[in-house]
């Protein structure tokens, strides 16, 4: 009864910490429609006739804005723009070092943005930006004005350039001359006529353009369901490997063995499988509250860290193919091991649970490193708890399956060289990922040394390398040749054949192909100095003018929200949009209108807007997209892309980056059916 208690007191534990850290993950990482960023402008009087303006931002966690200078690169490389902070001209107002970056009181952290694949200055958390100013002689006062120009980002999305304006008086300034300095059209709730370029169109359609519409909301239940199966898979793996394997009939013949009866042996088991997960989720969750899910990934997106975990990777994998072996002290497992032997009860199951992952540390280890860093990515307490949890959960499934049923144990394979086998292809797996984490170092620092050919290149000579030792074509140091008399497993000639034809899958990509099922590692496609895959087709750059043309065919709309400096945009482009597939279906029954959110051209006119409580001041054309995607759909982030019948409605769900082409075609010709049915 007493074992009991303690099995069901950790299972509510362990259930109670997963929902209170879930709720507390998923609350965190929600992020409301904003810039993600506040402003607070002051002005500090120096003397009568002198004082400096100081506007203090607050950006939020996990987010960044960049810094007021940023490097120079070739044309190629798309660069956001600096963090600018203005003052605008006024009659006896002089502002010092007006052409100057504004002082900064924070230096910008250097980092390399996975969005832009450059090396960026980045601001965050608080900081103040300053200038000076001062009064002509014989002026006794005059209005501050001006704006902090800026592009919040995380490591997954950018909102677009948004502005935060200011109007502060300084000495004695008479009401009538406020905002005299600048004279901007106050434009209708829409904006429709305000901003409009075409004059074919009449203003009612036009407003029905702008009409704000619902769309439904993104929700990262996808990528957290991913991590949560990439953990799952990677601790069934982890129970493939000499460290794990042989301590499954160890571990399970301690539980089963002596006079315990059968109720017991099976608790024991459960409370050994619930240690396991706890000892993980724990593991996991402690790391990134010392550190925070927004340092983490920091950490996770900085070239030097990608750097030294690409040697580490390497490291694991030499180990793992035969040149040495990596252990843990053997004092720690020892000690536990010790402590376990001391204790009784619910304490021993434990700490002989912190044994097994002890001892397990060098097979484990590459697995959880990889499994962290992807799940730091998503910049919450969500991704490193599912991934951990999940990884927990793979590896302690087993040991309640055998306390069950014990006479599975007599069923497994006994510890031989196929476990070697398996740990050379763990480490050829491990070569393989290294090599992502070297091109982000590659592409931060500008080696050029690992541009996409390359990359494939070694990639496909691996691939070929692991099919010819599946085949027993190749071997290693702790092999053992002789067993099998030469003859190759069934099971491992089909895995030979899956490696030898991912290989030749790769092939095409020297040539530019997009490779969509390996986006996520391979250096974007700008690197790629030979490109016999392209395409293009016709795209209006202005809204009312794609809509227009529209009308007259009497076709769909596909409205991509783009930018510049985009990277998502520029890969889902190539991944997607230059298919033939794609391309021919939107030719064939779309009018395609590309909106840059970034595109400086200034307006004819300026126009003012009330969005959110603010007044916001339109001037380029980058300006007028970007507001009207907030206006109109709700949203800041780029890619976005939204099917609209002729009146501006939408046709579906919209989509945002996603490389999978089945899905985009299939998305596309939901909206020409909706359309149909809509005439």
């Given at each position: 009864?007493?074992?009991?208690?303690?099995?069901?007191?950790?299972?509510?534990?362990?259930?109670?910490?997963?929902?209170?850290?879930?709720?507390?993950?998923?609350?965190?990482?929600?992020?409301?429609?904003?810039?993600?960023?506040?402003?607070?402008?002051?002005?500090?009087?120096?003397?009568?006739?002198?004082?400096?303006?100081?506007?203090?931002?607050i950006?939020?966690?996990?987010?960044?804005?960049?810094?007021?200078?940023?490097?120079?690169?070739?044309?190629?490389?798309?660069?956001?723009d600096?963090?600018?902070?203005?003052?605008?001209?006024?009659?006896?107002?002089?502002?010092?070092?007006?052409?100057?970056?504004?002082?900064?009181?924070?230096?910008?952290?250097?980092?390399?943005?996975?969005?832009?694949?450059?090396?960026?200055?980045w601001?965050?958390?608080?900081?103040?930006?300053?200038?000076?100013?001062?009064?002509?002689?014989?002026?006794?006062?005059?209005?501050i004005?001006?704006?902090?120009?800026?592009?919040?980002?995380?490591?997954?999305?950018?909102t677009?350039?948004?502005?935060?304006?200011?109007?502060?008086?300084?000495?004695?300034?008479?009401?009538?001359t406020?905002?005299?300095?600048?004279?901007?059209?106050e434009?209708?709730?829409?904006?429709?006529?305000?901003?409009?370029?075409?004059?074919?169109?009449?203003?009612e359609?036009?407003?029905?353009?702008?009409?704000?519409?619902?769309?439904?909301?993104?929700?990262?239940?996808?990528?957290?369901?991913?991590?949560?199966?990439?953990?799952?898979?990677?601790?069934?793996?982890?129970?493939?490997?000499?460290?794990?394997?042989?301590?499954?009939?160890?571990?399970?013949?301690?539980f089963?063995?002596?006079?315990?009866?059968?109720?017991?042996?099976?608790?024991d088991?459960?409370?050994?499988?619930?240690?396991?997960?706890?000892?993980?989720?724990?593991l996991?969750?402690?790391?990134?509250?010392?550190?925070?899910?927004?340092?983490?990934?920091?950490?996770?997106?900085?070239?030097?860290?990608?750097?030294?975990?690409?040697?580490?990777?390497?490291?694991?994998?030499?180990?793992?193919?035969?040149?040495?072996?990596?252990?843990?002290?053997?004092?720690?497992?020892?000690?536990?091991?010790?402590?376990?032997?001391?204790?009784?009860?619910?304490?021993?199951i434990?700490?002989m649970?912190?044994t097994?992952?002890?001892?397990?540390?060098?097979?484990?280890?590459?697995?959880?490193?990889?499994?962290?860093?992807?799940?730091?990515?998503?910049?919450?307490?969500?991704?490193?708890?599912?991934?951990?949890?999940?990884?927990?959960?793979?590896?302690?499934?087993?040991?309640?399956?055998?306390?069950?049923?014990?006479?599975?144990?007599?069923e497994?394979?006994?510890?031989?060289?196929?476990?070697?086998?398996?740990?050379?292809?763990?480490?050829?797996?491990?070569?393989?990922?290294s090599?992502?984490?070297?091109?982000?170092?590659?592409?931060?620092?500008?080696?050029?040394?690992?541009?996409?050919?390359?990359?494939?290149?070694i990639?496909?000579?691996?691939?070929?390398?692991?099919?010819?030792?599946?085949?027993?074509?190749?071997?290693?140091?702790?092999?053992?040749?002789?067993?099998?008399?030469?003859?190759?497993?069934?099971?491992?000639?089909?895995?030979?054949?899956?490696?030898?034809?991912?290989?030749?899958?790769?092939?095409?990509?020297?040539?530019?192909?997009?490779?969509?099922?390996?986006?996520?590692?391979?250096?974007?496609?700008?690197?790629?100095?030979?490109?016999?895959?392209?395409?293009?087709?016709k795209?209006?750059?202005?809204?009312?003018?794609?809509?227009?043309?529209?009308?007259?065919?009497?076709?769909?709309?596909?409205?991509?929200?783009?930018?510049?400096?985009?990277?998502?945009?520029?890969?889902?482009?190539?991944?997607?949009?230059?298919?033939?597939?794609?391309?021919?279906?939107?030719?064939?029954?779309?009018?395609?209108?590309?909106?840059?959110?970034?595109d400086?051209?200034?307006?004819?006119?300026?126009?003012?807007?009330?969005?959110s409580?603010?007044?916001?001041?339109?001037?380029?054309?980058?300006?007028?997209?970007?507001?009207?995607?907030?206006?109109?759909?709700?949203?800041?982030?780029?890619?976005?892309?939204?099917?609209?019948?002729?009146?501006?409605?939408?046709?579906?769900?919209?989509?945002?980056?996603?490389?999978?082409?089945?899905?985009?075609?299939?998305?596309?010709?939901?909206?020409?059916?909706?359309?149909?049915?809509?005439?």
């Amino acid at each position: 009864m007493t074992h009991a208690k303690h099995i069901t007191s950790l299972t509510a534990a362990t259930v109670a910490l997963i929902l209170i850290l879930t709720g507390f993950a998923s609350k965190a990482s929600a992020a409301p429609l904003s810039t993600h960023a506040r402003w607070e402008a002051t002005i500090e009087k120096v003397s009568e006739r002198e004082g400096i303006l100081r506007v203090k931002g607050i950006i939020e966690d996990g987010w960044h804005v960049y810094g007021t200078v940023m490097p120079e690169y070739d044309e190629k490389a798309a660069v956001p723009d600096p963090t600018t902070l203005t003052i605008t001209p006024a009659p006896g107002l002089t502002v010092i070092d007006a052409d100057a970056p504004a002082e900064c009181s924070e230096q910008p952290d250097i980092h390399f943005d996975e969005l832009m694949q450059l090396n960026l200055p980045w601001l965050s958390g608080t900081f103040t930006l300053s200038r000076r100013f001062r009064l002509d002689d014989g002026v006794k006062g005059a209005t501050i004005a001006g704006e902090v120009r800026y592009m919040s980002c995380s490591t997954k999305l950018c909102t677009s350039p948004s502005r935060y304006e200011f109007s502060l008086s300084f000495g004695e300034v008479a009401a009538a001359t406020v905002q005299e300095s600048e004279s901007v059209p106050e434009a209708d709730p829409g904006v429709s006529t305000a901003l409009s370029s075409s004059g074919s169109v009449s203003k009612e359609i036009i407003e029905e353009w702008w009409a704000p519409v619902e769309t439904e909301t993104h929700s990262e239940s996808q990528s957290y369901w991913l991590i949560f199966i990439f953990g799952f898979l990677g601790g069934l793996v982890a129970l493939l490997t000499p460290c794990v394997w042989p301590m499954i009939p160890m571990t399970m013949s301690f539980f089963l063995k002596g006079k315990k009866s059968r109720r017991r042996s099976i608790a024991d088991a459960i409370s050994y499988g619930l240690s396991i997960i706890v000892i993980f989720l724990l593991l996991g969750i402690v790391i990134t509250l010392l550190f925070g899910p927004g340092k983490l990934n920091e950490i996770a997106t900085s070239a030097v860290f990608n750097v030294i975990f690409f040697l580490i990777l390497v490291v694991f994998a030499l180990s793992f193919l035969g040149a040495f072996e990596i252990t843990l002290p053997s004092k720690w497992s020892n000690a536990m091991d010790a402590k376990a032997e001391k204790t009784t009860g619910f304490v021993s199951i434990f700490f002989m649970a912190f044994t097994l992952v002890l001892v397990s540390f060098s097979c484990t280890g590459p697995i959880i490193g990889t499994l962290l860093v992807e799940a730091f990515s998503e910049g919450s307490l969500m991704g490193p708890l599912l991934g951990m949890g999940g990884f927990a959960l793979g590896l302690a499934l087993p040991f309640g399956l055998f306390a069950f049923f014990p006479s599975m144990l007599k069923e497994l394979p006994r510890s031989g060289s196929w476990l070697n086998t398996v740990k050379v292809v763990l480490g050829f797996i491990e070569l393989i990922l290294s090599l992502k984490f070297l091109s982000v170092a590659d592409l931060a620092y500008g080696w050029g040394i690992l541009d996409r050919e390359i990359f494939l290149a070694i990639w496909i000579v691996l691939f070929v390398l692991l099919g010819m030792y599946l085949l027993g074509k190749l071997h290693f140091p702790h092999d053992d040749v002789e067993e099998g008399g030469g003859k190759t497993g069934i099971f491992r000639f089909f895995l030979a054949v899956g490696s030898l034809g991912f290989a030749v899958y790769l092939l095409p990509g020297m040539w530019g192909a997009p490779l969509k099922g390996i986006s996520a590692f391979a250096p974007p496609l700008y690197t790629q100095d030979f490109n016999l895959y392209g395409g293009e087709f016709k795209e209006y750059a202005d809204y009312e003018e794609g809509m227009s043309v529209a009308a007259e065919k009497h076709l769909p709309v596909l409205l991509d929200f783009s930018g510049y400096a985009c990277v998502n945009c520029r890969k889902m482009e190539g991944a997607v949009f230059d298919t033939p597939a794609v391309r021919s279906m939107i030719e064939d029954n779309y009018v395609m209108i590309k909106l840059m959110v970034d595109d400086k051209t200034p307006l004819p006119e300026a126009v003012k807007v009330e969005e959110s409580g603010q007044t916001v001041t339109l001037r380029t054309v980058g300006d007028k997209w970007s507001y009207l995607q907030r206006h109109k759909f709700s949203i800041n982030s780029q890619p976005y892309y939204v099917l609209l019948d002729n009146k501006g409605k939408p046709l579906g769900a919209p989509r945002s980056y996603d490389e999978s082409i089945d899905a985009f075609l299939e998305w596309l010709q939901n909206g020409i059916e909706n359309y149909k049915t809509r005439r």
